[in-house]
Structure formats: C-alpha cells, structure tokens
C-alpha cells in the first residue's frame, strides 16, 4: 500500500485490511516512509540507450531488491515515490499494476505495466495515464477483470494451437504426398483442403467465442 498519508495512520489501515501481518509489522523495510525509501534506494538516474532513449532505474539496486522483497507499506509518499517504486519492480522483472485515483498517481499509473482508475472519484488525469478504468470504484472489479483477461488469453491461445497443429498437419502431408505419391494418388484433393478448411475455420471459431462468451 503507496499512501500520502501519515505512516501511522497507513499501518494502522494495513493492519485492519490485510495488507500487513501483525506478525511482520516490526520486521525491517516492512513499513517505511517517503523519505527513507528515497534516501535508502538512492534515487533514479537516467542511462542513455542510444536513438535519442533515456531509462531510468535504480541507484542502489541492491538495497532496493531487499526493500522489495519486504515492503508492505509506504507512508508520506510522493508521486515521485511511486514512480520509483514501480520503475525499480519493473526493472527486476516484475509486473506492475497500479491503482489510483488522484493526480498525482497518473506518473505511477502511466509507468505501470497495468494501470487502474476510479471511474466515479478518479481524477480525468489518472483516467487518461491508465490502461482500465473501474466504472464502480470496486477493488473486487480488479479480480473479475484479471479472470476474464486470463480467460480470453487462454481461448486465444487454444485456438492458435488447434489452427497451427491442422493447417501444419495438412502442409506436410500435401508436401509428402505431391513428393513420393503421383498425382492421381494424391491423399487430399482441392475439394477435401476446401471441406477441411470449412470445418476447421467454422467450428473453432464457434468454440473460440463460446468459451470466451461463457467466460
């Protein structure tokens, strides 16, 4: 949890959610303010990749694998807090969402690999940097939207295998066949390819949008 608000206040508010254990409040890097999570990461520098590119990452990258490993709660954070935050996750190779509402949650939202915005209480700033707006400001919205994104991700991917394994499969025996066999002996004709392809073409398209239909 990235907050604005007094440290404090943030813990409290974990412990009451479930974002922070009771078990782990005291253990180090678990709660930490803006300031000393600037001061321990070091910043960002800009490193040039050449055509005119700047990326950012971490000064002490180290230190910041420690504190990411730990980090439950930021309290009294800038938005420059949060940009840090998400450009170093980002730059170990995680994957990033973000949710947010304010203005000064657009930076992190924007560099996020997934950002979210309240539709009712977001700022048009927040909406416009992020990639899904929540129309009714429910966390439980976030859930439902990974589902049906794993969902249609995993229809789409079954469907490309299906296509790939029979239009692979009737490529190699037309090759085998027009090599060894003699054209009167072909194993599949232009009529049988056009039924193979009706067939094919027809009834996984139907499968694809039932599955992701019923999803």
Not at 28 to 38: I, L, Q
Request: proline content about 2%; hydrophobic content about 50%.
């Amino acid at each position: 949890m990235v907050t604005g608000d007094n440290i404090d206040t943030a813990k409290a508010i974990a412990l009451e959610a479930g974002i922070l254990k009771h078990e782990h409040k005291d253990r180090k890097y678990a709660v930490m303010d803006g300031k000393t999570f600037r001061e321990a990461c070091g910043g960002l520098r800009k490193i040039d990749t050449g055509n005119d590119l700047l990326r950012e990452e971490i000064v002490n990258k180290e230190i910041f694998k420690e504190i990411a490993a730990n980090l439950q709660v930021l309290g009294r954070s800038t938005p420059e807090d949060k940009y840090m935050l998400v450009t170093g996750l980002r730059d170990i190779g995680a994957t990033v969402a973000v949710t947010g509402d304010g203005t000064n949650d657009a930076p992190a939202l924007k560099r996020a690999d997934v950002g979210f915005a309240m539709g009712i209480c977001g700022t048009e700033v927040a909406k416009e940097a992020a990639d899904i707006i929540l129309l009714d400001d429910n966390f439980a919205s976030i859930v439902t939207a990974v589902k049906w994104g794993r969902n249609i991700f995993s229809c789409v991917r079954k469907f490309l295998q299906f296509q790939l394994v029979i239009n692979i499969g009737a490529i190699i025996i037309l090759i085998v066949g027009s090599v060894v066999l003699s054209p009167d002996s072909q194993p599949m004709g232009t009529l049988q390819m056009l039924w193979i392809n009706i067939l094919m073409d027809t009834f996984a398209a139907l499968a694809l949008a039932l599955l992701v239909g019923l999803a």
